[in-house]
């Protein structure tokens, strides 16, 4: 079955810089979804990458995805406080539709 | 639009107790999802309907936890007798189906504590 792995698990990271996450998958998954958490809140869907070498952005944030290597990147740019949150990415599975998600990103962002 | 309707927000039981989540997807969407959210983890897919129909349940523990879709609108799931490991937030999504882009669209969740 589809597995999906991310790296890194948590980023400390300072307001400006820039950085990426990964997320890796194990099988095939025809497309690659990107969301966000807050703190006790629910997950807000960020951006659906449906065809290799898909690209999306929005505001700071930058998804594309690789679907030969298996591979969807999350970039972020200048980072501000505002971004801190958990990010989770997700690929779909055989014909069901299910989506299976990676542990998630837990993203902080210091002043 | 409305969005994914959940209840109740939070609940805090004994252990061999029963809890039951209730579920109201966005109006028109077909594919309707229960996820299992341990604290530090990703969501975790416990049952998938399609209209009114199981499409996926297999890592749904059978003996404690059930789930039904009357109508092909609201869902319940309702976990019988619970244990600690089922503490967790309890996800219900929807979306319009496979052909779409499959984006899933969630509720806020359901979160028991089984002390």
């Known amino acids: 079955e589809l597995k999906v792995e991310q790296n890194p698990l948590f980023l400390s990271m300072q307001e400006g810089k820039n950085y990426t996450i990964y997320c890796n998958y194990s099988?095939?998954?025809?497309?690659l979804y990107w969301y966000r958490q807050d703190p006790g809140k629910s997950l807000e869907s960020l951006f659906v990458l449906l065809s290799n070498g898909a690209v999306k952005q929005e505001g700071r944030l930058m998804a594309s995805l690789d679907t030969k290597a298996r591979l969807s990147t999350l970039h972020i740019t200048a980072a501000v406080h505002d971004l801190s949150a958990t990010y989770f990415c997700?690929?779909?599975?055989?014909?069901?539709?299910?989506?299976?998600f990676g542990q998630g990103t837990t993203l902080q962002v210091k002043p | 639009e409305a969005g994914v309707a959940q209840s109740p927000r939070y609940k805090i039981i004994e252990k061999r107790q029963s809890v039951a989540f209730w579920c109201n997807p966005i109006?028109?969407?077909?594919?309707l999802y229960w996820y299992q959210q341990i604290l530090g983890q990703g969501p975790k897919l416990l049952i998938q309907?399609?209209?009114?129909?199981?499409?996926?349940d297999s890592q749904l523990p059978k003996d404690r936890f059930s789930a039904e879709r009357l109508k092909g609108v609201d869902s319940t799931l309702k976990i019988q007798p619970a244990k600690l490991e089922d503490s967790a937030v309890y996800l219900c999504?929807?979306?319009?189906?496979?052909?779409?882009?499959?984006?899933?669209?969630f509720g806020e969740g359901s979160r028991l504590t089984v002390l």
């Open positions: 109006s028109g969407h077909a594919t």
């Open positions: 309907f399609q209209n009114n129909g199981v499409v996926d």
């Open positions: 997700a690929g779909r599975s055989g014909n069901t539709g299910k989506l299976i």
């Open positions: 099988t095939t998954s025809d497309r």
């Open positions: 999504a929807s979306s319009l189906g496979t052909a779409n882009t499959g984006e899933l669209f």
